[in-house]
């Protein structure tokens, strides 16, 4: 699972450094600061919604690898590393740095998970958690914000 998520990151950060080549240097500070606006926006929306969720009603299934690599492909904030990742210029190093970050972070959520479902939600409840997700979403947004100035 975690290698889906990984090499899923490796492909979104790869295909946008080859899209933002194409792109005009004077206009790759726009774009930029238009992902970062984006990037603001999307992770206080997402904590706002992970925060307000309901816990009622959550049906626990089972998760394929491809639905892990398909997902964060699609998901907002891979595409979001990745443009941002182009203002520090692409090298060997960075991409190893982010691979690490991004397994070290999956490895830390699936800690997290299997916390919770053994304690059987005495340690953590399902609202805990979500509301401590929502608050590193919404930390993240802020000093995303932050460090556009």
Avoid: H
């Avoid at 992770?43 to 959550?58: C, I, P, Q, R």
């Avoid at 639905?67 to 210029?89: C, D, R, W, Y």
């Avoid at 991004?102 to 005495?122: I, P, Y």
């Amino acid at each position: 699972m975690l290698g889906a998520a990984v090499l899923a990151y490796m492909a979104i950060t790869l295909a946008v450094a080859a899209i933002v080549a194409l792109i005009p240097a004077g206009n790759q500070i726009e774009l930029r600061t238009g992902v970062r606006i984006c990037a603001v926006l999307w992770l206080l929306w997402l904590a706002y919604s992970v925060w307000t969720t309901k816990d009622d009603g959550v049906e626990i299934r089972l998760v394929t690898v491809r639905q892990v690599f398909a997902t964060t492909l699609i998901n907002p904030k891979a595409m979001i590393v990745a443009v941002l990742v182009q203002s520090e210029g692409m090298t060997a190093q960075l991409l190893t740095t982010i691979a690490a970050l991004v397994g070290l972070a999956g490895a830390a959520w699936l800690v997290v998970g299997l916390m919770v479902r053994r304690s059987g939600s005495n340690l953590l409840s399902q609202r805990s958690l979500r509301q401590a997700s929502a608050i590193c979403l919404a930390g993240f947004g802020i000093i995303l914000a932050g460090s556009s100035f």
